[in-house]
């Protein structure tokens, strides 16, 4: 079973930038495609962006493509995501999620972390 946590989130204005990270155990990390969604207060959870096992390749929605960059660093079991240009409407908790398929969609990924907060500020 892989277990994730993901931590760095925080309060931050308009513009600033973060990182978060996600840490994953398991002897086969570099096995799993990862990905980062969102949920904010009375909305579905949505899908941000996801990584190659290898970290080769990536897939982006359309809201965060050019703000937000993932990167995994295997020998970490950690796969991080940059966030810049914050805006408020990225105010959500953010999860990391495993999965076997980088294109199965969000039913796919069996392992989810407990989520981190990000709070952007107008």
């Known amino acids: 079973q892989v277990q994730l946590v993901e931590s760095g989130g925080g309060l931050v204005q308009a513009g600033d930038s973060l990182r978060l990270s996600c840490a994953g155990s398991?002897?086969?990390?570099?096995?799993?495609?990862m990905g980062w969604f969102r949920q904010a207060p009375g909305k579905e959870r949505e899908f941000v962006v996801a990584?190659?096992?290898?970290?080769?390749?990536?897939y982006y929605a359309d809201s965060v493509k050019g703000r937000f960059t993932i990167s995994r660093d295997n020998a970490k079991n950690t796969v991080y995501l940059q966030m810049n240009s914050l805006k408020p409407e990225d105010t959500a908790v953010y999860y990391c999620?495993?999965?076997?398929?980088?294109?199965?969609?969000?039913?796919?990924?069996?392992?989810w972390g407990q989520g981190t907060q990000v709070t952007v500020s107008s």
């Open positions: 990584i190659s096992g290898s970290g080769a390749s990536t």
């Open positions: 999620a495993a999965t076997i398929n980088l294109y199965g969609g969000t039913s796919s990924y069996n392992y």
């Open positions: 398991g002897r086969t990390f570099s096995g799993y495609a």
